[in-house]
């Protein structure tokens, strides 16, 4: 169940996924990761409007006849980055690190059954990743650097 990008934070059962995605992404073990809070901010919450829009390199994971990436586009006067799913029917999320804290956060889509994040800026985040929820377990892509 996907939970409202305003509220801040997961539910405490899904904290244990977080930090096993904290480890992934951060490149440490599941025992050194701290789960995050769930931050969107209120950037490019639709990422229709960016110029440009192309995958980030080396993010798109396949699922079923369908995958998801992380994309980028440019939306003046910044670049931005969200999840983005094509037929995989699992809704996207975006993982990505906090260039002024080094934290892990995550955007879901605004609405029940989207198809895309919100867009976060470069100049708040250094690493990417895309992220379909599952069940067993949810499905990651390759943490990547990203600039813009």
């Known amino acids: 169940m996907r939970h409202n990008i305003s509220s801040g934070k997961r539910l405490a059962g899904r904290l244990a996924g977080v930090a096993v995605l904290a480890a992934v992404v951060a ?69 990505w690190r906090y260039r002024d804290n080094n934290a892990l956060y995550t955007c879901y889509p605004q609405t029940e059954g989207g198809y895309y994040t919100p867009g976060v800026p470069d100049y708040q985040a250094y690493k990417v990743q895309v992220e379909l929820e599952s069940y067993p377990g949810n499905i990651y892509g390759q943490a990547v650097y990203w600039g813009g």
């Open 27 to 95: 490149g440490v073990t599941p025992s050194t990761a701290s789960a995050s809070d769930t931050w969107c901010g209120n950037w490019l919450k639709d990422p229709a409007y960016a110029y440009g829009v192309k995958a980030v390199s080396g993010t798109r994971i396949y699922h079923g006849p369908g995958y998801a990436q992380v994309n980028q586009g440019y939306y003046g006067p910044h670049w931005y980055a969200w999840a983005y799913e094509a037929n995989a029917g699992l809704g996207p999320a975006l993982n």
